[in-house]
């Protein structure tokens, strides 16, 4: 992938998120722009950037870190960083995808935004002949502490956390994440999806339409979770873009912008 740069980007950049009360769904950026509004977009994504920062955006109360920033598209979830128990976003749909089941779930809601980019990944896949199938979106907190419990019961806590998050530390429970894979890898969530043709179509093509693969490959030091090439999270086209072409993770993008 080319590498993006804020002067040279001449495509519309989704951003889809919160920024001091106002919603930006777009930033477009183009060498052609008028240099004033040009400066403004520019302006008004490094305050994006400066307002969504770690350092910015979380709260300590009873020992317990959680983040501020929960409506943002770049909300910062991991490990030392939680999500309220209560909460739920207000704006979650049914993509328009298949799904590696039937009926209806939960977890195939997303928030709006991941949820119009995901059918464009979905529909660009299906143009190059890849089939691929969605698995698992949006988590309440009560059902992933249902998942943690369980999967600590097998192996322990400290091995169940290195593939599965503890409640209130899930991506999903943003709304934001999919877990996504294809017949030729059982529509399992196994790291041998990424050996596969839909899986490497995936990882390629995911920060076109804004999704980055989260937990990278040798990257657990810095995400505290198992390479998961199944596990894309919606960022918005220009940040995944440069997160995916200087090979960071979320965490290390934010921490950039202080």
Do not use: C
Not at 214 to 238: A, C, F, I, M, N
């Amino acid at each position: 992938m080319k590498s993006f740069t804020r002067k040279s980007i001449v495509s519309t950049i989704l951003i889809g998120s919160v920024v001091a009360g106002s919603a930006f769904t777009t930033l477009p950026f183009s060498m052609n722009m008028n240099p004033v509004a040009s400066a403004a977009a520019s302006s008004s994504f490094t305050q994006f950037l400066h307002d969504n920062a770690p350092g910015r955006t979380i709260k300590t109360s009873g020992g317990l870190a959680t983040v501020t920033n929960l409506s943002s598209t770049v909300v910062l979830v991991n490990k030392k960083r939680n999500l309220p128990s209560s909460y739920a976003p207000q704006d979650l749909v049914v993509p328009n995808i298949p799904f590696s089941f039937s009926g209806s779930s939960p977890k195939k809601q997303m928030r709006k935004v991941a949820a119009t980019a995901i059918e464009k990944l979905f529909a660009a896949a299906k143009k190059d002949g890849i089939d691929i199938k969605a698995v698992s979106g949006y988590r309440s907190y009560a059902t992933q502490k249902s998942i943690f419990d369980r999967n600590a019961s097998i192996k322990g806590e400290a091995v169940a956390n290195k593939t599965s998050a503890r409640p209130g530390q899930s991506e999903h429970q943003t709304g934001l994440a999919m877990d996504i894979s294809s017949a030729s890898a059982g529509y399992d969530l196994q790291q041998s999806f990424g050996n596969t043709k839909e899986g490497k179509w995936l990882k390629a093509n995911a920060p076109k339409y804004g999704f980055i693969i989260r937990y990278g490959k040798d990257q657990e030091k810095l995400t505290g979770y198992s390479y998961e090439p199944w596990h894309v999270r919606y960022v918005g086209v220009y940040i995944a873009g440069e997160i995916t072409s200087q090979k960071l993770t979320l965490e290390q993008y934010l921490e950039r912008a202080k």
